[in-house]
Protein backbone atom coordinates (compact mmCIF):
# COMPACT_ATOMS: atom_id res chain seq x y z
CA UNK A 1 0.00 0.00 0.00
CA UNK A 2 2.98 2.60 1.13
CA UNK A 3 4.76 2.00 -2.34
CA UNK A 4 1.61 2.73 -4.62
CA UNK A 5 0.63 6.16 -2.50
CA UNK A 6 4.45 7.13 -2.50
CA UNK A 7 4.55 6.07 -6.23
CA UNK A 8 1.40 8.32 -6.73
CA UNK A 9 2.96 11.11 -4.19
CA UNK A 10 6.30 11.05 -6.24
CA UNK A 11 4.54 11.72 -9.66
CA UNK A 12 2.45 14.55 -8.11
CA UNK A 13 5.74 16.01 -7.13
CA UNK A 14 7.48 15.72 -10.74
CA UNK A 15 4.29 17.83 -12.49
CA UNK A 16 4.40 20.00 -9.52
CA UNK A 17 8.34 20.78 -10.29
CA UNK A 18 8.08 20.70 -14.12
CA UNK A 19 5.16 23.58 -13.92
CA UNK A 20 7.10 25.44 -11.61
CA UNK A 21 9.60 25.53 -13.71
CA UNK A 22 8.01 26.26 -17.36
CA UNK A 23 6.21 29.11 -14.98
CA UNK A 24 9.25 30.45 -14.19
CA UNK A 25 10.77 30.29 -17.83
CA UNK A 26 7.66 32.21 -19.18
CA UNK A 27 8.25 34.94 -16.38
CA UNK A 28 12.29 35.14 -17.41
CA UNK A 29 11.33 35.30 -21.12
CA UNK A 30 8.72 38.01 -20.66
CA UNK A 31 11.08 39.59 -18.73
CA UNK A 32 14.11 39.52 -20.46
CA UNK A 33 14.26 37.67 -24.00
CA UNK A 34 11.00 40.71 -25.20
CA UNK A 35 12.95 39.86 -28.51
CA UNK A 36 12.44 36.04 -28.46
CA UNK A 37 8.99 36.58 -27.46
CA UNK A 38 8.57 38.54 -30.28
CA UNK A 39 10.06 36.25 -32.70
CA UNK A 40 8.24 33.19 -31.58
CA UNK A 41 4.83 35.23 -32.25
CA UNK A 42 5.68 35.24 -35.96
CA UNK A 43 5.42 31.25 -35.75
CA UNK A 44 2.27 31.51 -33.53
CA UNK A 45 -1.16 31.03 -35.71
CA UNK A 46 -4.96 30.21 -34.44
CA UNK A 47 -6.38 32.45 -31.78
CA UNK A 48 -7.17 31.79 -27.95
CA UNK A 49 -10.41 29.53 -26.92
CA UNK A 50 -10.02 31.40 -23.63
CA UNK A 51 -11.23 28.33 -21.95
CA UNK A 52 -8.55 28.86 -18.79
CA UNK A 53 -6.27 26.05 -19.18
CA UNK A 54 -3.29 28.44 -19.36
CA UNK A 55 -4.55 30.32 -16.82
CA UNK A 56 -4.96 26.80 -14.47
CA UNK A 57 -1.36 26.15 -14.52
CA UNK A 58 0.49 25.09 -10.99
CA UNK A 59 -2.57 27.55 -9.52
CA UNK A 60 -5.70 29.28 -10.36
CA UNK A 61 -5.63 32.42 -11.68
CA UNK A 62 -7.63 35.02 -9.31
CA UNK A 63 -9.09 36.64 -12.52
CA UNK A 64 -10.63 33.56 -13.93
CA UNK A 65 -14.46 33.43 -13.27
CA UNK A 66 -16.99 31.55 -13.96
CA UNK A 67 -17.93 27.73 -13.43
CA UNK A 68 -15.12 25.35 -14.09
CA UNK A 69 -16.82 23.93 -17.55
CA UNK A 70 -17.17 27.57 -18.86
CA UNK A 71 -14.83 29.71 -17.38
CA UNK A 72 -13.57 33.42 -18.68
CA UNK A 73 -10.53 35.54 -17.78
CA UNK A 74 -11.95 39.01 -16.12
CA UNK A 75 -9.19 41.20 -17.84
CA UNK A 76 -9.04 39.40 -20.87
CA UNK A 77 -8.77 42.61 -23.27
CA UNK A 78 -7.78 45.09 -20.22
CA UNK A 79 -4.43 44.66 -18.42
CA UNK A 80 -3.52 40.97 -18.87
CA UNK A 81 0.14 40.15 -17.45
CA UNK A 82 3.18 39.95 -20.23
CA UNK A 83 2.88 36.33 -19.46
CA UNK A 84 -0.58 36.09 -20.17
CA UNK A 85 -0.80 37.81 -23.57
CA UNK A 86 2.71 35.51 -24.98
CA UNK A 87 1.10 32.53 -23.50
CA UNK A 88 1.71 30.35 -25.73
CA UNK A 89 5.74 31.30 -26.15
CA UNK A 90 6.55 28.66 -28.27
CA UNK A 91 6.07 24.94 -28.37
CA UNK A 92 6.98 23.93 -25.24
CA UNK A 93 4.26 25.57 -23.53
CA UNK A 94 1.79 23.85 -25.89
CA UNK A 95 2.94 20.59 -23.91
CA UNK A 96 1.73 22.07 -20.42
CA UNK A 97 -1.74 21.97 -21.73
CA UNK A 98 -1.84 18.90 -23.47
CA UNK A 99 -1.41 20.85 -26.86
CA UNK A 100 -5.27 21.60 -26.10
CA UNK A 101 -4.88 25.14 -27.02
CA UNK A 102 -6.08 27.41 -29.96
CA UNK A 103 -2.25 28.32 -30.93
CA UNK A 104 -0.49 26.17 -33.05
CA UNK A 105 3.13 27.09 -33.98
CA UNK A 106 5.21 26.32 -38.20
CA UNK A 107 7.01 23.29 -37.21
CA UNK A 108 9.64 24.30 -39.98
CA UNK A 109 9.77 27.40 -38.36
CA UNK A 110 10.25 26.61 -34.65
CA UNK A 111 12.62 23.90 -35.44
CA UNK A 112 15.19 26.71 -36.70
CA UNK A 113 14.96 29.22 -33.93
CA UNK A 114 15.38 26.50 -31.15
CA UNK A 115 18.47 25.18 -33.33
CA UNK A 116 19.49 29.25 -32.98
CA UNK A 117 18.25 29.91 -29.60
CA UNK A 118 20.52 29.26 -26.56
CA UNK A 119 19.42 25.70 -24.66
CA UNK A 120 19.49 25.24 -21.41
CA UNK A 121 18.60 21.71 -19.35
CA UNK A 122 15.62 21.39 -22.20
CA UNK A 123 14.50 24.92 -21.74
CA UNK A 124 14.89 27.76 -24.09
CA UNK A 125 16.49 30.80 -22.48
Known amino acids: MTRILQYYIDRHAKKTIKQINSKLRRLVLCAF ?58 HQDLHDVDFLCGYFFDAETDAKLRKSARVVSGHIL
Open 33 to 90: KQEYIEEQQKTRYGDCFQCGKCCSLLYKCPFLEGPDWNTKCAIYHKGRPKQCEAFPID
